[in-house]
């Protein structure tokens, strides 16, 4: 596989460009295998973005119903027309998926889908939030990111990898960790290891009431990580000091507690107490 895709890259005169991020994986049974833990079947529509030179599209394409790939690089549609000959239920889009409006796009899809993705570094949060804060029809998300952002996306409260982004993630589900992808994989080899992260938006999330409270509490939370929360309370939305502690103390929160040290339901808790203050 890695010979031929090289082959193809070359006859095609392709270029990779860094602004994009583009590094490739061409293993066969690595591919294979994270389609198969990402959970592709063939009753499941997938959306793939970044598809690359279509290595991992056509893996998905030979376990799932139907694969959507987006592409932002046009130079790659010459590599793609021979890498995914013959492959029929495969639709390559050539787009800037953040740049797509979700409830349009679902619309137009119609059904319930996947994100199976190697996604390109410089686009992994947006992209991950765009679908954590505006997707409906979407099931899960099985994204290839930095092994160091893969931590924080699954990391849990009080740990050195806990930040805002964990936190809002909970709003719909839990990361887990499904497979760690050496940098060696890649062609060409980047300068950091990565890991497959799944996150299941049909189970788990927590309960609130205000989704955007939710999100600007925990943004607060962490707006320095030096600082306690009550300090961050103060600071994000203009509380007295008073009325900081009297959130915390509603929540049953340690007046000196640091906003890493609390947990997707503490922060819906915060959100709902600080509710009486925030117009």
Do not use: W
């Given at each position: 596989?890695?010979?031929?895709?090289?082959e193809?890259?070359?006859?095609?005169?392709?270029?990779f460009?860094?602004?994009?991020?583009?590094?490739?994986?061409?293993?066969k049974?690595l591919?294979?295998?994270?389609?198969?833990?990402?959970?592709?079947?063939?009753?499941?529509t997938?959306?793939?973005?970044?598809?690359?030179?279509?290595?991992?599209?056509?893996?998905?394409?030979?376990?799932?119903?139907?694969?959507?790939?987006?592409?932002?690089?046009?130079?790659?549609?010459?590599?793609?027309?021979?890498?995914?000959?013959?492959?029929?239920?495969?639709?390559?889009?050539?787009?800037?998926?953040?740049?797509?409006?979700?409830?349009?796009?679902?619309?137009?899809?119609?059904?319930?889908?996947?994100?199976?993705?190697?996604?390109?570094?410089?686009?992994?949060?947006?992209?991950?939030?765009?679908?954590?804060?505006?997707?409906?029809?979407?099931?899960?998300l099985?994204?290839?990111?930095?092994e160091?952002?893969?931590?924080r996306?699954?990391?849990?409260?009080?740990?050195?990898?806990?930040?805002?982004?964990t936190?809002v993630?909970?709003?719909?589900?839990?990361?887990?960790?499904?497979?760690?992808?050496?940098?060696?994989?890649?062609?060409?080899?980047?300068?950091?290891?990565?890991?497959?992260?799944?996150?299941?938006?049909?189970?788990?999330?927590?309960?609130?009431?205000?989704?955007?409270?939710?999100?600007?509490?925990?943004?607060?939370?962490f707006?320095?990580?030096?600082?306690?929360?009550?300090?961050?309370?103060?600071?994000a939305?203009?509380?007295?000091?008073?009325?900081?502690?009297?959130?915390?103390?509603?929540?049953?929160?340690?007046?000196?507690?640091?906003?890493?040290?609390l947990?997707?339901?503490?922060?819906?808790?915060?959100?709902?107490?600080?509710?009486?203050?925030?117009?």
């Open positions: 596989m890695e010979e031929k895709v090289s193809v890259l070359k006859q095609t005169g392709f270029a460009k860094k602004q994009f991020g583009q590094n490739f994986i061409t293993d049974n591919l294979a295998d994270i389609v198969e833990k990402s959970g592709v079947n063939k009753s499941l997938v959306v793939e973005i970044g598809c690359g030179a279509g290595t991992l599209t056509r893996a998905i394409a030979e376990r799932a119903k139907r694969v959507i790939a987006f592409e932002i690089d046009t130079k790659l549609k010459p590599v793609l027309e021979k890498t995914l000959a013959g492959v029929d239920n495969a639709e390559v889009v050539f787009k800037d998926f953040t740049k797509v409006r979700m409830d349009l796009f679902e619309e137009e899809l119609g059904e319930d889908y996947a994100v199976v993705a190697n996604l390109p570094y410089y686009i992994t949060t947006p992209l991950i939030m765009q679908f954590i804060e505006h997707s409906k029809r979407c099931v899960s099985s994204v290839m990111v930095q160091e952002v893969a931590k996306l699954c990391a849990e409260p009080n740990t050195p990898d806990y930040g805002a982004i936190a993630i909970a709003l719909r589900g839990k990361g887990k960790i499904i497979k760690s992808v050496p940098r060696k994989m890649f062609y060409p080899v980047p300068n950091v290891d990565s890991a497959v992260v799944q996150i299941n938006l049909t189970q788990g999330g927590v309960d609130v009431e205000d989704c955007e409270l939710y999100k600007k509490s925990v943004h607060a939370a707006l320095s990580r030096r600082k306690t929360l009550e300090n961050n309370l103060v600071n939305f203009k509380l007295s000091r008073e009325q900081a502690k009297g959130v915390l103390n509603e929540c049953l929160i340690d007046e000196k507690a640091r906003g890493e040290t947990s997707p339901v503490q922060f819906a808790s915060l959100a709902k107490a600080l509710s009486k203050y925030i117009k």
